[in-house]
């Protein structure tokens, strides 16, 4: 049977995101988005009515459909993008343990990301460099196996990491053995207060920017041999795979995006659908030449196509959530897919918003100025816009496009 009916557990979910996402978030998007903070205060409220935490990921994950994750990042997205990131970037560094870790490493892991109701944490997820962002094959950030110790030593430094100077754990990916390409590289788990780990200040941002970004450096950072997520067996056999030319194994930055592709582009439908609510209550108030600006066709003509436009982009990114949930394989690159049109819908609909508003959307005032400046990032984090394109090119034709 197919059905999009959703379940009451979902509307549930997405009911109560809501509530936080209205009452809370919102209210706050403006002063945090000011301050170019990380809002403490709220991801505490947020651990505190359980939706921020280990538990909270865990049973997101459960539901066999898939849908419950983009479900509750459109609804935290639609309260505010810099915020929700804030709360979802841990997501992105547990995702990182999730692909790659073992059962064990994860349960060790996963909750020291979060941190507890009373003293929340949060993660960071490390792959991009300054030379690194789009081709992750070019990746400098250096492993060596010290098998005295039983130790790890990275080098490097890693950019734009969310969360990057206030995380707790960051996931770090580092290259070690650059012969093999992006297949030579291997995922670790840095706990903060590691000699030779170092943050840099937040970057200062055009949008998202309650959410902290910075640069990470490791100099001769030394961990656990327990540290390298799935364990050395693992990686020796991947590695030996790589050797003889024989497929499987894969990057572990790459398992990373396939996973989170979806999820990332559930946020963009969020700001997108914010934007598109803001614009059609706006058109109804607002009068000029003696009546409300919706009753012209050149309004209400453009608050259909920006509806239609997000309507599309959720339906591409649930088939995305359900077919990677199903275990049902990407043949076209539907995961890029769904993030690739996201990211255009989101800002598109809340460029168009601006427009709805005339003068006082381009303010600080309003609110779609600033879900404008959230939106754009979608087109870059994650995988560029052209990044998505050559994926599904690639994925379609068959053909090495570059
Ligand atoms: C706010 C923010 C948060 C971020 N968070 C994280 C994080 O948590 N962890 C992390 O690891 N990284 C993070 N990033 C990094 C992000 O993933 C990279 O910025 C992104 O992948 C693009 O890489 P780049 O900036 O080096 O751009 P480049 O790779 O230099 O690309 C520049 C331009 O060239 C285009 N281009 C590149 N190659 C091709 C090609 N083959 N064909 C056509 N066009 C091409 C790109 O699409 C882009 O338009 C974050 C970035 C930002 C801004």
């Given amino acids: 049977m197919f059905s999009l009916q959703l379940t009451e557990e979902q509307t549930d979910l997405r009911d109560w995101v809501h509530g936080f996402a209205a009452d809370v ?9 000011e301050r170019e903070e990380t809002p403490w205060p709220i991801i505490q409220e947020a651990a505190k009515i359980g939706l921020y935490g280990y538990e909270t990921l865990a049973n997101l994950q459960a539901d066999p459909t898939g849908l419950s994750i983009p479900i509750f990042n459109e609804e935290l997205f639609w309260g505010d993008g810099g915020i929700g990131l804030a709360i979802m970037g841990t997501g992105l560094a547990a995702a990182g343990i999730f692909a790659a870790g073992t059962t064990e490493q994860v349960i060790e892991w996963v909750p020291q990301c979060f941190g507890s ?5 949060v993660g960071a997820f490390c792959s991009s460099e300054p030379e690194a962002g789009s081709d992750v094959s070019a990746m400098r950030t250096r492993a060596v196996y010290d098998e005295k110790t039983d130790e790890w030593v990275l080098n490097g430094l890693k950019a734009w990491a969310t969360n990057g100077s206030v995380a707790s754990v960051f996931v770090i990916q580092a290259v070690v053995d650059k012969n093999l390409g992006s297949r030579g590289q291997a995922a670790f788990v840095v706990p903060v207060g590691t000699k030779g780990l170092d943050v840099a200040k937040k970057l200062k941002k055009h949008g998202l920017r ?3 970004t910075a ?6 950072v030394r961990i656990p041999g327990a540290n390298l997520l799935g364990g050395k067996e693992k990686l020796d056999a991947k590695l030996a795979r790589a050797r003889e030319g024989k497929k499987g194994g894969g990057q572990a930055a790459m398992a990373t995006f396939e996973l989170t592709r979806p999820a990332v582009a559930s946020m963009a439908v969020g700001i997108a659908r914010a934007a598109y609510e803001y614009a059609l209550e706006y058109a109804k108030g607002r009068v000029v030449f003696g009546r409300p600006i919706i009753e012209n066709q050149a309004i209400a003509f453009m608050l259909a196509d920006i509806k239609t436009e997000i309507d599309a982009a959720r339906l591409l990114v649930w088939r995305a959530a359900w077919m990677a949930k199903a275990g049902v394989p990407f043949a076209a690159a539907e995961g890029s897919m769904s993030k690739l049109k996201a990211g255009r819908v989101a800002v598109w609909s809340t460029e168009r918003a601006i427009q709805i508003l005339g003068g006082v959307g381009y303010t600080r005032d309003y609110p779609v100025e600033r879900m404008h400046r959230d939106a ?10 052209q990044i998505q394109q050559l994926v599904i090119a690639r994925a379609i034709s068959g053909v090495q496009i570059r």
């Fill in 210 to 212: 309650a959410s902290n």
């Fill in 25 to 33: 978030v919102r209210p706050a998007a403006h002063e945090w988005d």
């Fill in 117 to 121: 109701v009373t003293e929340p944490k």
């Fill in 376 to 385: 754009k990032i979608f087109d870059i984090f994650e995988g560029t816009e």
């Fill in 215 to 220: 640069d990470v450096f490791l100099d001769e």
